[in-house]
């Protein structure tokens, strides 16, 4: 009795509140995915979540940019700029333009170059003239420009990046390299309670006094009293990390590029995926019927938390194969639904058990084995994004969010949905798809003759 009435937890009443803050959820997420107005009293609009999310090159164009490498008196020229096309590819990850291209070449006159393609979003033109003005850094120990430096930026700093000072102003934080980190600590104790002038592009920028060592190798740069604007210190903090490029180059030509898959492939795409996830909801539905409806009910939710997810989530532009790695994240959603769908029927065909027992030991004895699949396909997107070129990444970001929601979706929401339907229907073999195999039958027929046996000889003996 006591196991029945956990696997119940909840009555009609909180059975109906419950689906029906649901049902609620999933038609506000789908409208506000795809609605636009304006916000009343302010001179903002809102835009449907899901015309926000980020589209690559190959889906709405772009632009492209030509740098040409100036040549100078080092040596390992290729091998700096072979350098410098990895910066460049991190640097505009990190901007959030995960679908970015850049690429080595030689122009007519035989100089290399390096080509950067940027999907069109968020005015890339002027993150393309930040990097084709790379700012130089200098720490020096006297105000004069002719000083010998201390700290060169090309030579020593890692990254540079947007951050909050104390004050809760933006400031531009500086990470340095190995080496950056070893002479900024020197640097730091031999200043120690003295100036430090910082250079940029060969004018004075700041000067600082050195309160500490600092052995970290981090480091920020305020501006005066208020901070910098987050936009300011972002091309800021662009310009410095230009700086840190193996080699010098100069913008030599700047192209708007067309979508590559054409002016219908965002329509061509939303119709393919809405003809296969109206298939596989119809087929949940005839095939696992009950089962089934809680599944679609799940999936319903995956697909507006997925869109939204895309649309918030920085690292997501909406790429070919990205819509592959949605697709592949939406047919593991499904498979592990049927998953727990056969192990349901197992579990009530092969035994005496419960329609809601049934349930409970369907879950909990496939959960494993949609973990263990999930958690293998996870490992793969996790490799993919960190190793792969850019194309490959937009697959590997969605598979991995894709994935972590079908996972919660089917072992939360679907056991949720089915924990709903019992009290409102938690007999009925028909409305669940479940059936007894025939041996089953005859040994609940049995069980129920033993349990009337002995009342009924009790009644003769009377």
Not at 149 to 157: A, F, P, Y
Not at 286 to 291: D, F, P, S, T
Not at 399 to 414: A, E, K, P
């Amino acid at each position: 009795m006591f196991y029945y009435m956990e696997v119940l937890p909840v009555n009609k009443k909180k059975s109906i509140v419950v689906l029906s803050v649901i049902g609620i959820f999933i038609i506000l997420m789908a409208v506000f995915a795809v609605v636009s107005f304006p916000i009343a009293d302010t001179v903002y609009d809102y835009t449907g979540y899901a015309k926000t999310i980020k589209l690559g090159l190959d889906m709405s164009g772009g632009v492209s940019a030509v740098f040409e490498v100036l040549p100078d008196e080092f040596d390992d020229l290729e091998t700096r700029v072979d350098g410098t096309v990895s910066s460049l590819q991190s640097l505009l990850v990190s901007k959030g333009y995960t679908e970015s291209t850049v690429t080595k070449g030689t122009n007519s006159n035989g100089n290399i170059t390096i080509r950067v393609e940027v999907p069109d979003v968020e005015d890339p033109e002027r993150v393309l003239s930040l990097i084709g003005r790379p700012a130089t850094l200098e720490f020096k120990g006297e105000d004069d420009r002719n000083a010998a430096n201390l700290i060169v930026g090309r030579d020593h700093l890692e990254s540079a990046y947007v951050t909050i000072d104390e004050k809760n102003n933006y400031a531009v934080g500086l990470r340095f390299n190995e080496e950056g980190t070893e002479a900024f600590s020197k640097v730091t104790s031999d200043y120690l309670n003295k100036a430090i002038y910082i250079y940029i592009d060969g004018e004075k920028y700041t000067q600082v006094n050195v309160n500490s060592q600092i052995t970290n190798g981090n480091a920020i740069i305020t501006s005066g009293n208020n901070g910098y604007t987050y936009q300011e210190a972002l091309d800021f903090a662009t310009r410095l990390q230009s700086g840190t490029f193996g080699v010098k180059i100069r913008q030599t030509e700047v192209r708007n590029i067309s979508a590559t898959l054409g002016e219908n492939s965002i329509n061509t795409a939303l119709i393919a995926g809405i003809v296969g996830v109206a298939i596989i909801f119809i087929f949940l539905a005839i095939i696992y019927r009950g089962l089934g409806l809680a599944a679609d009910l799940a999936l319903c939710v995956y697909i507006v938390l997925l869109l939204w997810f895309c649309a918030v989530l920085p690292w997501v532009q909406l790429t070919l194969p990205g819509i592959a790695g949605l697709l592949l994240s939406i047919g593991m959603a499904v498979d592990a639904n049927v998953i727990i769908f056969e192990r349901i029927k197992d579990e009530y065909g092969r035994s005496t058990k419960p329609i809601q027992t049934a349930i409970k030991d369907g879950f909990r004895r496939s959960t494993a084995a949609i973990i263990d699949g999930n958690v293998t396909t996870l490992i793969g997107a996790i490799v993919l994004w960190i190793l792969g070129s850019a194309s490959i990444v937009g697959f590997a970001v969605t598979l991995f969010i894709g994935i972590i929601l079908s996972m919660f979706t089917s072992l939360v929401i679907t056991r949720l949905v089915l924990k709903c339907f019992m009290p409102l229907n938690s007999k009925s073999e028909k409305f669940y798809g479940l059936k007894r195999k025939q041996e089953d039958e005859d040994k609940i027929v049995a069980e129920n003759d033993k349990k009337t046996a002995p009342a009924a000889t009790a009644k003769e003996g009377v």
